[in-house]
């Protein structure tokens, strides 16, 4: 089937447009972390952030880690990565655990009630998570559980539930009812059937939502940062919270370095997994 | 499935949704009828040598013992609804009165702390929705008519700004637009004032928010799109090339009704996301132009001096009450199909 050309031109030109607009900025800001403040923000000539011109003035380097540095070790920025990993671990496997069976009830439950959760399960996931937050922060404090990490990890993995429900449930449609309901005649209890054979089927459908609750907790930045406490912080709002000193004492250039490193996780993420995110995302839509 | 094993399968996810979604409802709801409590004020007489004057100052240790035995605050009913921070309903009458045409109006009704707040909060959710609805599809048949090998690259490329964090992707955008960023400052050459400012006009930061949540959302539209053109029946499309029909005719008729279930799906999702928009308020720093629902919540919450909780409660109610009207449509369908299916 031959394109016309005009139409090729013209969808070649819309794609590469689209992808610098999505692609550049983090380019940009991973090439502007290596250089000081002067460069990265350069009112000159932006062409001073390319070459490191004031970078090369200051430290006779092109490229310098100080920001880095800065981060990592002076303001302790390992602290919150330590915590981001405790939470994201946490909050996957719980929010797997109850996921994968409260998604394969409803799969394989035809009642009028298992509808209702699930349109609960919608509704709940329209809440914004900040309206959540201001119902728990009063109560947390009373009961002295405010600011610790697995309160904010139960609170993400409810929070996470609603999205896990839908996409492991349309994910447990997709495997025969005949399976489980033939090992049962054999004799097996529901839970049997599901121990062993549904199990070992699963894990595709868990891998990708696991997925996509990694992300929920990883970028989750409105329950983390009113919920945790100044010690506790993840990374994402520890990055917020250097806004608010940074910009006065000229260390901008740390939350420079702190975003890139943030950012680095989810890119290797994406790139490895890219197949099952993409398949993930459609299962929902495509299928159910 | 028997009941008593649907019970027992499901009570964990249940348990959890109802302590940590539905009661929080409950206790926001209970929250917002209630308002801090007033300082304790002591007046004491201090006479001197020119007479008595009398002083009065809080007693700050009345006022936290106060606190202490009851931590909700008092009973304000819907004091707080109605409220200057709120509906601030004195203040639109007050408004609906003076002013002489709807220009006055809005400017007017747009210092309210809430009114702004909302006006953005919708503002956003009506443009970006829409927006990345198209943008989606016109991605989703570009990547899609590139060669098989270059399909992998692009993808990857495309999902990146809706896989970032967006606190981080508002960072980013944001570093770049300032005035000594790269965009920033490239602009304010381009134009040649060199005092141009994207952050300090309320309508390019707007404009600069839209952008930025059509760039984040956009990917998801297209993964849902890109996936939906695979499964368009070939033989149609094979038979209408036989009729005669132009590529146009073909996406127009063919492609785009296929689609069209998705673009409910996707819009419903759109709606719930962009209208609890939050992060990039904080990442670009716009609290003075542009706020939202969220964001108001947030600062009550984040208070200097003292949290608001009350006020935070207010607000949430009401965002909640927006977005059971934002999603009521879709729900009210989407049970009539299912009552139908059953019966």
Redesign the interface.
């Given at each position: 089937m031959q394109?016309?050309k005009l139409?090729?031109v013209f969808?070649w030109a819309?794609?590469v447009i689209?992808?610098i607009?999505?692609?550049f900025?983090?380019l940009?800001?991973l090439w502007?972390s290596f250089k000081v403040e002067s460069d990265?923000?350069?009112?000159?000539d932006?062409k001073n952030?390319l070459y490191g011109v004031n970078t090369i003035a200051q430290t006779g380097s092109p490229f310098i880690l100080d920001a880095y540095r800065g981060t990592w070790i002076e303001e302790s920025f390992w602290l919150n990565a330590i915590n981001t990993f405790l939470i994201v671990i946490f909050v996957m496997l719980v929010s797997l655990?109850?996921?994968t069976?409260?998604g394969?009830?409803?799969a394989?439950?035809g009642?009028?009630y298992?509808?209702v959760?699930l349109?609960?399960?919608?509704?709940?996931?329209?809440?914004?998570?900040?309206?959540?937050?201001?119902?728990?922060?009063?109560?947390f404090?009373?009961w002295g559980i405010w600011g610790t990490l697995p309160t904010t990890v139960?609170?993400l993995?409810?929070?996470n539930?609603?999205f896990t429900?839908w996409m492991l449930h349309s994910f447990f449609l997709s495997i025969p009812k005949e399976l489980d309901e033939s090992a049962m005649v054999d004799g097996c209890s529901?839970?049997k059937a599901?121990r062993l054979v549904i199990m070992p089927v699963m894990w595709p459908g868990v891998v990708t939502t696991a997925l996509f609750s990694f992300?929920l907790a990883?970028?989750d930045?409105?329950v983390t940062?009113?919920l945790l406490s100044q010690d506790n912080l993840t990374m994402?709002p520890r990055?917020?919270s250097f806004?608010g000193t940074s910009q006065t004492e000229g260390k901008v250039m740390y939350?420079?370095a702190a975003?890139v490193s943030?950012?680095v996780p989810?890119?290797l993420?994406?790139?490895v997994f890219?197949r099952r995110?993409?398949s993930g995302?459609?299962a929902g839509?495509?299928k159910g | 499935m028997k009941d008593k094993h649907f019970i027992m399968f499901m009570a964990p996810s249940l348990i959890a949704m109802l302590l940590f979604i539905a009661l929080p409802i409950v206790s926001v709801f209970i929250q917002s009828l209630h308002i801090e409590h007033e300082q304790v004020i002591v007046t004491s007489q201090s006479c001197g040598p020119f007479g008595c004057t009398e002083e009065t100052s809080v007693d700050a240790e009345a006022t936290a013992a106060l606190k202490e035995a009851d931590p909700l605050g008092r009973f304000a009913g819907f004091q707080t609804y109605t409220g200057r921070n709120h509906l601030a309903t004195s203040e639109v009458a007050n408004i609906v009165a003076e002013s002489s045409s709807v220009g006055e109006f809005f400017s007017d009704l747009l210092n309210l702390r809430f009114y702004k707040a909302l006006s953005f909060t919708v503002a956003y959710t009506a443009v970006v929705t829409p927006f990345v609805v198209l943008l989606g599809l016109l991605i989703a048949l570009a990547v899609n008519s590139v060669t098989p090998v270059m399909k992998g690259p692009t993808i990857f490329l495309t999902l990146l700004p809706m896989i970032i964090t967006p606190l981080i992707g508002s960072l980013v955008l944001f570093w770049m637009i300032d005035a000594r960023g790269i965009l920033g400052a490239s602009l304010a050459n381009l134009v040649g004032d060199p005092n141009l400012s994207l952050k300090a006009s309320p309508v390019l930061t707007w404009i600069m928010l839209m952008v930025y949540g059509i760039w984040h959302s956009a990917p998801f539209a297209f993964i849902i799109f890109y996936a939906g053109i695979q499964t368009v029946p070939q033989d149609t499309v094979e038979a209408a090339m036989v009729d005669g029909a132009t590529r146009w005719e073909r996406v127009r008729y063919i492609v785009i009704p296929h689609l069209a279930p998705l673009v409910v799906f996707i819009s419903l999702i759109q709606l719930m996301d962009n209208f609890r928009v939050f992060e990039p308020i904080v990442g670009f720093q716009s609290g003075a132009n542009a706020t939202s629902l969220s964001y108001i919540i947030y600062q009550d919450l984040r208070g200097n001096e003292m949290q608001l909780f009350g006020s935070a409660a207010a607000t949430s109610m009401l965002t909640i009450v927006g977005i059971a009207i934002l999603v009521s449509p879709v729900a009210v369908k989407t049970w009539r199909d299912f009552t139908r299916k059953v019966i």
């Open positions: 394109q016309p139409l090729v969808t819309f794609l689209w992808l607009a999505a692609a900025p983090f940009w800001t502007g990265f923000f350069s009112k000159s932006w952030a655990t109850f996921g069976l409260g394969y009830a409803l394989r439950s009642k009028k298992a509808f959760i349109m609960a399960a919608l509704i709940f996931r329209a809440m914004p998570h900040i309206t959540l937050v201001s119902g728990y922060l009063l109560p404090f009373e139960i609170v993995v409810a929070i539930q609603p429900l529901r839970f599901f992300l990883y970028n930045f409105a940062a009113v994402v990055i917020a806004l939350a420079v975003v943030t950012t989810l890119f993420l994406v790139m890219q995110i993409v995302l459609t839509a495509v | -």
